[in-house]
């Protein structure tokens, strides 16, 4: 009985927290018009298949989200609304995601805290009202982080490094940086290897992650070689660009 009314608290409290994130979120999603790296994700999108892939030789970014935006306007249509209304789905996803991963791995205060922090994020509210990759992203890295934490708490659960293994390969195909989040990671179960028996499941799970990244990697490398010798529109960061996002997260001082 003390079970069953823990778990309809933490329900209340949930659907407490992703009714704000709706409120907040949708209230003003269409608001402003399509802006900046938005019109690319569209104009590209709406291209047919084929068109599409022959895009991805020369594009900055993986194909994941291009072809989400792609089925996700054929089934929608071009309002700015429901257009929007994917990354605002993907943002109030990572809301459940991480009430969820805090509540399993940590405790209630945690989980309604962090849950409240990404919650009133400007960074976050931003993101979930562009039309760009960066909601799916997140989400993805929780989900990550959550079959991360259930390997080294119950290493013996195969579902777990399969999970793992899908949800990184969708991470690296919807945005490069995703091999970065894939290194750590890599380093984090090396640090838990004592713990974690099954070393020749989570070996299979980079393995396969390697070989899903295959059909893209030269372009990556291209990609990667034009950066280093032409740059970017991106002006290059310095330092204190360290205390600056740190701000940003924080919603500025």
């Given amino acids: 009985m003390g079970n069953y009314r823990n778990n309809t608290k933490e329900n209340i409290i ?11 979120k949708i209230s003003f999603l269409d608001s402003r018009d399509i802006i900046l790296d938005e019109a690319f994700t569209i104009f590209n999108s709406q291209r047919d298949l084929d068109s ?3 895009i991805f030789i020369n594009e900055n970014n993986p194909p994941l989200h291009f072809l989400l935006v792609h089925f996700w306007i054929k089934l ?6 429901k257009m929007r209304l994917l990354s605002l789905i993907f943002s109030v996803s990572t809301i459940y995601l991480i009430y969820n991963f805090c509540l399993k791995f940590f405790n209630i205060k945690t989980a309604i805290l962090s849950s409240l922090i990404f919650t009133f994020s400007t960074f976050h509210i931003y993101f979930s009202h562009e039309l760009r990759v960066y909601s799916l ?26 999970l793992l293994a899908v949800f990184n390969s969708l991470l690296i195909y919807s945005h490069y940086l995703g091999i970065i989040i894939l290194a750590i990671e890599f380093s984090v179960l ?11 499941h989570y070996l299979m799970v980079f393995v396969f992650n390697a070989i899903t990244f295959t059909p893209i990697i030269w372009i990556f490398i291209k990609r990667l070689q034009n950066f280093t010798h032409e740059g970017t529109w991106v002006p290059e960061p310095s330092i204190s660009e360290l205390y600056g996002n740190l701000n940003r997260f924080l919603n500025t001082k």
């Fill in 190 to 200: 090396m640090l838990f290897n004592k713990v974690i028996k099954n070393k020749i």
């Fill in 14 to 24: 949930i659907i407490g927290i992703i009714i704000l994130n709706l409120i907040i």
């Fill in 52 to 54: 599409l892939f022959d």
């Fill in 137 to 162: 992203f997140c989400f993805l890295i929780i989900l990550i982080l959550y079959h991360l934490f259930e390997i080294i708490n119950k290493p013996d659960k195969l579902k777990s490094y399969i």
């Fill in 76 to 81: 929608f249509g071009y309002s700015v609304f």
